[in-house]
């Protein structure tokens, strides 16, 4: 299912958040405790405890973004949505894992077009294209991690793959912008882009039913 393997990323950073908000709520109570222990009582060796606890509250803060993973998730779905508009022929995989490897496929899809791995991306900055690259913000879109998967997707399937990326946010053009071989196009083109590429190998049904089945066995659902 698109974006389950995002959401539960999401779940967990959420759980990990209440869990660091409960231990930093703990030590500046113990922090807060010691120190008037050692106010009342003048024991000066209570005194490098409070501040280790009181320090230590401080640090204690969640790992990973948890609104992050929700967005991401949300972006998924979305994309998914989308490229429901593919004809029939299009065969269309959501969320897969690539064993050996880290971070998951957000959409494998193969069709008369060819191989395509697609990343979804959600932008709440203005997109804005600068010295050949795609901007959101003051932050450049990396299509590193989805020209990877293309790679190893293609590799293990024997045909090349073609990687893009589908992003969620304003300003971007309809055409998108090509980076380091890689198309970001806004997510609502991205379905048209795939289905009306005229440059490429082109699959017949009998290559995209085999291709479908062993992709299905090479990445499973995440």
């Known amino acids: 299912m698109a974006g389950a393997s995002a959401a539960a990323e999401g779940r967990r950073a959420h759980r990990s958040a209440r869990n660091h908000r409960l231990g930093s709520a703990t030590l500046a109570v113990v922090a807060a405790a ?4 050692w106010s009342t009582t003048g024991d000066r060796r209570l005194l490098p405890a409070a501040l280790v606890a009181l ?3 401080w640090w204690f803060r969640p790992a990973g973004d948890a609104d992050r993973w929700q967005r ?15 004809p029939r ?7 897969r894992c690539s064993p050996g490897a880290g971070g998951n496929i957000d959409h494998l899809i193969i069709g008369p077009s060819g191989l395509w791995v ?3 991306k959600v932008r709440r900055a203005r997109l804005r294209v600068y010295r050949r690259q795609v901007w959101a913000g003051e932050s450049s879109v990396d299509v590193t991690p ?4 293309a790679l190893r997707v293609g590799t293990a399937l024997g045909v090349p793959a073609t990687a893009l990326v589908a992003v969620h946010g304003t300003e971007l053009g309809r055409r998108g912008k090509k980076v380091t071989g890689v198309r970001i196009v806004p997510a609502a083109r991205a379905a048209d882009r795939i289905r009306r590429r005229r440059r490429g190998r082109h699959l017949s049904k ?3 039913v085999a291709l479908a089945a ?3 066995q090479l990445f499973p659902p995440c």
């Not at 010691?34 to 222990?37: Q, R």
């Not at 998914?80 to 508009?85: D, G, K, P």
């Not at 989805?146 to 998967?149: E, K, P």
């Open 34 to 37: 010691l120190a008037v222990t």
């Open 55 to 57: 320090a230590l509250s």
């Open 72 to 86: 991401g998730a949300a972006g998924e779905v979305a994309t998914a949505r989308l490229l429901a508009r593919l």
């Open 89 to 95: 022929r299009f065969v269309v995989l959501h969320d």
């Open 118 to 120: 697609v990343d979804s």
């Open 146 to 149: 989805v020209s990877t998967q």
């Open 206 to 208: 009998r290559e995209i």
């Open 214 to 216: 062993r992709a299905e």
